[in-house]
């Protein structure tokens, strides 16, 4: 007597329902995947525009203390690596004010703003966007750092 082959194989309906739930599984899941990247690059872009600040006090700490004042600088666009580029997401702006908050101290505070436009890794790639509604601005979203230098007398 011959044994029957019980197994049977998918059916092109049984795929058809598979695949459709797959999609609409991956649909559901596409906002948060989008809202998981928005957060990581938002959280990078703080990262940099903090670690420029820092860059720049640390560039003031080599400067004779009578050449503070040189280090002023207002809305200079930067790229991600601190170089200065006219197509840069980041804009930082250096206050020196000297003899605050006392005699033989002056305060350097570095602002630097983040261009909101970068939390979409697709735009960086065309960046910067001149013109629409998802035009590159800057808000006032920005790390901001100061710190006071003393003027040592001999």
């Not at 305060?107 to 436009?117: F, Y």
């Amino acid at each position: 007597m011959m044994a029957r082959n019980t197994q049977r194989g998918m059916t092109v309906l049984e795929m058809t329902i598979a695949m459709g739930l797959l999609a609409v599984v991956m649909t559901a899941a596409i906002p948060m995947v989008d809202a998981m990247v928005s957060r990581f690059q938002m959280a990078r872009d703080h990262y940099v525009a903090a670690t420029l600040c820092q860059g720049r006090i640390e560039r003031a700490r080599g400067v004779l203390y009578v050449d503070l004042a040189l280090m002023v600088e207002d809305g200079v666009l930067l790229d991600d690596f601190g170089n200065v580029s006219p197509s840069g997401r980041f804009r930082r702006t250096t206050v020196v004010e000297p003899n605050e908050p006392g005699a033989g101290l002056t305060t350097m505070t570095v602002r630097t703003q983040i261009c909101i436009c970068s939390r979409w890794g697709w735009r960086k790639v065309f960046h910067p966007v001149t013109s629409g509604k998802l035009r590159c601005r800057f808000t006032d979203e920005a790390e901001q750092l100061s710190f006071v230098f003393t003027e040592y007398l001999r």
